[in-house]
């Protein structure tokens, strides 16, 4: 038995001209949270569908635990999937629609009833069963459409960008449902989604996808603290880019030094967060400068574009500290672990 849930060997999927997956190898282990994280048209719902039975590959080989499913039909793999819309029936109460998938199973009816009931009480919708879909707040709604899912007791949950529909203030309650949800019930998930603070917060490791293929695969700490190129540390968060030479262990541009543990390069593209950057007053040993050229207050923090002479740093800090002024020359610091190599 195999200890991955999904697996994809070599997996291209062709649409005419246009290759949407270019050569994916992945392997998902049971139990996992999974997101595929990439701007529009980067690969990430194909891959998806492909592995719902939706679209079958040009080439290579989908498997679900350890069967290859690669050219059978989405009506013969036991996926589950929560859509964009919901895809409620509207003219079903909600103890209907959990029921649904289990009667066109051949599930008796009142046995049916009987599981979905459990589930909805066990995902906190026990009062609502006897309304219908457009009685439902978009949390509700959604919370019905996984309930829906899980019922079939799937290999597989699939989400669809399962927040797209659900209103900005509501969508960190109900994010946090789905992964409880998930954990709860061991499900292996796979998540669609194109906005990286979602895919931070609810996943195990996240499939970083551009242009069909995969950029990177790691846990929401290594990319973040360790993207692997430029795309990566460009497209989780904000990232300061920057490019000079390492000589005797200290990578130098202009007159910024950050003592690394790293060999001699003469060239070096570096990656370093706006928070990770240290503001101080500037003094006789400061060695890096910098002038203040914009100041914007954001709540809990202030950011700050900073004029290094040889280019511009985002910095983001506390709003507890002191508070720069525009035109302000400051010192800048960045300690050696707050670096990351980029290829």
Known sequence: MSEFAIEFNEVVKDYGQHRAVDTINLAIRKGELVTFLGPSGCGKTTSLRLIAGLELPTSGQVLIQGK??????????????????????????VLD???YGPVIRGVKKAEAENQARTLLNQVGLTNLESRFPSELSGGQQQRVAVARAIVQ????????????????KLRRRVRAEIRELQQRFGLTAVYVTHDQEEAL??????????????EQIGTPEDLY???????VADFIGDANLLTGVIQKGVFQVGSLRIPVDHQERPSVTI??????IRLSDINTETEANGIVLEATYLG???????????????????????????REEVAIEVQPEDVSLID
């Not at 609810?202 to 293929?213: E, F, L, Y």
């Open 68 to 93: 290859d499913v690669s050219q059978r039909p989405a009506s013969e793999r036991n996926v589950g999937m929560v859509f964009q819309s919901y895809a409620l029936f509207p003219h079903m109460t």
């Open 300 to 326: 809990s923090r202030m950011e700050y574009l900073i004029d290094m002479g040889h280019g511009m740093l985002l910095c983001s800090r506390p709003i507890e500290e002191r508070r720069r002024k525009v």
């Open 225 to 231: 603290d360790r993207p692997k190129n430029a795309f």
């Open 271 to 276: 990656s370093v967060r706006p928070e990770r």
């Open 97 to 99: 629609n959990v029921a």
């Open 201 to 214: 917060a609810v996943s195990d490791r996240i499939i970083v996808m551009s242009a069909g293929k995969i």
């Open 153 to 168: 007791q799937p290999d597989v949950m699939l989400f669809d960008e399962p927040l797209s529909n659900v209103d900005a």
